[in-house]
T-cell receptor
Framework: LAKTTQPISMDSYEGQEVNITCSHN???????ITWYQQFPSQGPRFIIQ???TKVTNEVASLFIPADRKSSTLSLPRVSLSDTAVYYC?????????FGAGTTVTVRA | GAVVSQHPSRVICKSGTSVKIECRSL??????MFWYRQFPKKSLMLMAT?????????EQGVEKDKFLINHASLTLSTLTVTSAHPEDSSFYIC????????????FGPGTRLTVT
């Protein structure tokens, strides 16, 4: 499983866009990039997944450059309820390996 | 859709006793279920992978005789912590996939175990 590196924490304010970059230099050809969100004392929740270029859904966008050695999760117009830990995972099968994650704190 | 439940949500037990945690997929059949544990302010650690009707595959360092996993049906997996000790106190989370080829896992709400 490819190792991932992401910032430990990020602060933002309501209404701003939050971008979290994850480095995965050793990503394999078959690996997908997946992001999960976790609130305290709850199980993680799937946010978005991609393989290359850009993926967008109703809650986030995922940007993946051509070399796929990094990816950026973009959360548009965050609110207080987006305060959570965000995990970047890279893998080629269904077995997930969680790193430390990024604690995003949104302030009013 | 794709809801996973866990029971109980919280449990307190005495040292030396066993505790069973249930994980259910409510609206889909889960061919594969996973069990994680998470210590305070730490990340999730995969304990084992469970496939319906077969023995669970444990991660390195996880004692299979202490953490018994049963996946008797496509909607139910159980984790039994045997002879629990205070160091087993943790947040236990299960997840499920709809197919072995699926990268998306649906997580349960977690079970807070406290061993006194």
């Amino acid at each position: 499983l490819a190792k991932t590196t992401q910032p430990i924490s990020m602060d933002s304010y309501e209404g701003q866009e939050v971008n979290i970059t994850c480095s995965h230099n050793n990503i394999a050809t078959n690996d997908y990039i997946t992001w999960y969100q976790q609130f305290p004392s709850q199980g993680p929740r799937f946010i978005i997944q991609g393989y290359k270029t850009k993926v967008t859904n109703e809650v986030a966008s995922l940007f993946i450059p051509a070399d796929r050695k990094s990816s950026t999760l973009s959360l548009p117009r965050v609110s207080l309820s987006d305060t959570a830990v965000y995990y970047c995972l890279v893998g080629g099968d269904y077995k997930l390996s969680f790193g430390a994650g990024t604690t995003v704190t949104v302030r009013a | 859709g794709a809801v996973v439940s866990q029971h109980p949500s919280r449990v307190i037990c005495k040292s030396g006793t066993s505790v069973k945690i249930e994980c259910r997929s409510l609206d889909f059949q889960a061919t594969t279920m996973f069990w994680y544990r998470q210590f305070p302010k730490k990340s999730l650690m995969l304990m084992a992978t469970s496939n319906e009707g077969s023995k669970a595959t444990y991660e390195q360092g996880v004692e299979k005789d202490k953490f018994l996993i049963n996946h008797a049906s496509l909607t139910l997996s159980t984790l039994t912590v045997t002879s629990a000790h205070p160091e087993d106190s943790s947040f236990y989370i299960c997840s499920a996939t709809t197919s072995p080829q699926s990268y998306e896992q649906y997580f349960g709400p977690g079970t807070r175990l406290t061993v006194t």
